[in-house]
């Protein structure tokens, strides 16, 4: 029986690379897999899924009004789709997460999406919050803050500095944004002390 995944992490933690690998073992074995990511996500060209260490991967750009069930649905009469995944999954609308679950209980396919929890702000975005809604399996991809400790958040960067307002939906890479354990995003340090 099919599941829907959530794979959340803040940023830095090779959650790109893992979507990579696993439509990469899919496909090793002759399997073909839908891979989608937001439209807003530009960092290397509109329906590109990247890893930060170099690997790329093409998917289908979803915009606001996009309906990933119907495109679903389409390649699915055209050839076999043994899994759908989703990079950058915390810019979905709900609809969009909606039409995810719906892949998993009508058609009995995996859906896995990876992608943040909360934003710099440390709010939730509305597709993580509907993942975290509807997702039968939520898993934690880790990894560590400047000291060494889990992080958990993430901190938005402008000049060297922490930002505490803005949009929510700024796209950037390790240039403006930071992982940071809770202590370290609450108190605002950004590294060790000189």
């Not at 899919?26 to 930060?52: C, H, M, N, Q, W």
């Not at 901190?155 to 403006?176: E, L, N, S």
Request: charged share 30%; glycine share 8%.
């Amino acid at each position: 029986m099919a599941q829907f995944f959530y794979k959340y992490s803040t940023m830095n933690a090779g959650k790109s690379i893992e979507l990579i690998k696993v439509a990469h073992n899919y496909e090793e074995r002759g399997k073909r897999v839908l891979a989608f990511i937001p439209s807003v996500d530009t960092r290397d060209g509109v329906g590109t899924i990247s890893s930060r260490v170099g690997l790329k991967r093409e998917a289908i750009p979803v915009d606001e009004d996009t309906n990933i069930l119907d495109i679903f649905i389409h390649e699915q009469a055209k050839h076999e789709v043994a899994c759908v995944l989703v990079d950058e999954c915390q810019f979905l609308k709900k609809h969009h997460v909606l039409e995810l679950a719906e892949i998993v209980d009508s058609c009995d396919v995996p859906v896995m999406a990876y992608g943040l929890k909360n934003d710099f702000r440390n709010e939730l975005f509305e597709g993580s919050y509907y993942c975290l809604v509807y997702a039968d399996k939520i898993e934690e991809i880790k990894t560590i803050c400047w000291c060494g400790k889990k992080a958990t958040m993430v901190a938005r960067v402008q000049d060297g500095k922490f930002v505490h307002d803005g949009d929510q939906v700024m796209v950037g890479g390790t240039d403006m944004y930071v992982s940071l354990c809770r202590k370290h995003y609450n108190d605002g340090r950004l590294g060790p002390e000189k």
